[in-house]
């Protein structure tokens, strides 16, 4: 693998994908488009890093970013849109992140003769999934897979680690609130490290027995949202109670919290949560991984 295109990796994930390849594959040429190179300062210290002012949506600008390279690392991905307009089976920017754009990426790499494809998806996604996240991710498999790729598609979930959004922010907001009403407190994740995922996504591309399959990624041990909230809490050095809210108090919840700029749940999320993010049973991480328990990592940046 000499140059790879990284569409979606200047987030959370992405950048542990990016310095994992940049380390493996030091002489690689990692391109990575963005929409704001200006908040991509982190990477641009990465040697083989480089990155491209560019609309990947632009299926002209897309095919660009795709000639000569030998993979495509696909990992474009929202937790929240517009709800969807009647007839509609998800929202907008749903549909056109999760959708349209991975049917973009199968179109211009069989165009440009890129067969290496590995997709990121989310364990849940599923056509009758029951929220527009999980839809539009199985749609987005769908057009992939539908396309004649060497493909690799994983599926994790919820990813936890310096950065993430999800026990940092119960972790920022326990110094704040006496306790946590909390929406799908009993619900099941099984919380897999961003660099054991980075680390499988980089073996896909080592790996010629990954074509074709569809991976599932968690970690060593399954919580509900209650129990990653208190512990999150505890680290943080704030422990806090947590109060389950029932589905009628958590839609309100979603509700209001769907006003503010950057909201911490909506409606859609709950939706995601009607179904545990837990892997198949005895399946945590492909290639003989052993995956990095949450207490072995959450200290050191929650704390
Ligand atoms: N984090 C988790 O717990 C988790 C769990 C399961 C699956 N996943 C999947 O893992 C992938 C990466 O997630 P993440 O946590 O790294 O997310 P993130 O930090 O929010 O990064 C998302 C990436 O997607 C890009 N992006 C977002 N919307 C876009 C759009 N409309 N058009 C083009 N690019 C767009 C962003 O680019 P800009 O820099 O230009 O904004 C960024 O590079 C996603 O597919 C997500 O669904 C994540």
């Known amino acids: 693998m000499k140059t790879i295109l990284l569409i979606g990796a200047t987030g959370f994930v992405g950048t542990a994908v990016v310095s994992e390849l940049s380390r493996r594959l030091a002489s690689a040429d990692l391109r990575m488009p963005t929409r704001r190179r200006e908040r991509c300062k982190h990477l641009s ?53 999760h959708a349209e754009l991975p049917a973009k990426i199968a179109a211009a790499a069989r165009a440009q003769g890129v067969r290496r494809v590995v997709h990121v998806s989310s364990l849940g996604a599923a056509v009758d999934a ?9 749609a987005g498999e769908a057009a992939l897979q539908a396309a004649d790729l060497d493909l690799t598609i994983v599926k994790p979930s919820v990813i936890f680690g310096r950065g ?69 809490t505890r680290v943080a ?4 109670p947590v109060i389950g809210l029932p589905d009628v108090l958590a839609q309100w919840q979603a509700r209001a919290m769907e006003l503010l700029p950057k909201p911490p749940m909506t409606r859609d999320n709950l939706r995601s949560m009607q179904i545990p993010s837990v892997c198949a049973e005895g399946v945590t991480l492909p290639f003989g991984r052993v995956a990095t328990p949450l ?9």
């Open 130 to 138: 029951p929220s527009c996240y999980l839809r539009s991710k199985a």
């Open 237 to 240: 050095g704030h422990p806090r």
């Open 164 to 232: 993430d959004s999800f026990l940092t922010l119960f972790a920022g907001m326990a110094a704040l609130v006496p306790f946590f009403p909390l929406a799908g407190a009993e619900v099941r994740f099984q919380p897999v490290w961003v660099n054991d995922v980075a680390n499988v996504v980089a073996d896909c591309l080592e790996r010629s027995e990954s074509v074709g399959q569809v991976y599932e990624l968690g970690g060593p041990t399954v919580y509900t949202l209650g129990e990653l909230v208190r512990y999150a």
């Open 295 to 303: 207490e072995a990592v959450a200290p050191s940046y929650l704390a």
């Open 45 to 97: 210290v990465i040697p083989n890093v480089r990155l491209l002012d560019a609309d990947v949506h632009d299926p002209a600008t897309l095919a660009q970013a795709m000639h000569g390279c030998d993979a495509v690392i696909s990992m474009v991905g929202i937790l929240q849109g517009d709800e969807p307009q009647a007839g509609e089976p998800y929202g907008r920017a749903f549909a056109r992140a």
